[in-house]
């Protein structure tokens, strides 16, 4: 009996460990809230507001070439960003 509640609890756990490790560490709504904070920046801007600093993605590279494709263009599309409001507001 406490041989078939051990294998019990081990085939229970095993899934959500399994899962556990599948979950990336940057979601996507991590990355969907980048590109909504790019856009809001963007409509500033066109609005004529400046921000005072300049937009940073802090998101670091997964190995999921999906994620980090996705992280590399909100990386570029803040540099193109940022150029933009310094020719605009300086």
Avoid: W, Y
């Avoid at 921000?51 to 599309?77: K, M, Q, W, Y």
Wanted: proline residues 4%; charged residues 15%.
């Amino acid at each position: 009996m406490k041989i078939n509640i051990g294998l019990a609890l081990c085939l229970l756990s095993a899934p959500a460990a399994s899962a556990a490790a599948q979950v990336p560490q940057n979601s996507a709504d991590t990355v969907q809230s980048v590109f909504q904070h790019l856009s809001a920046r963007l409509d500033s801007l066109e609005a004529g507001q400046c921000g005072s600093e300049p937009f940073v993605v802090s998101l670091a590279p997964t190995g999921s070439a999906a994620s980090d494709s996705l992280i590399n263009a909100a990386r570029a599309l803040a540099e193109r960003l940022n150029s933009l409001a310094l020719e605009r507001c300086n």
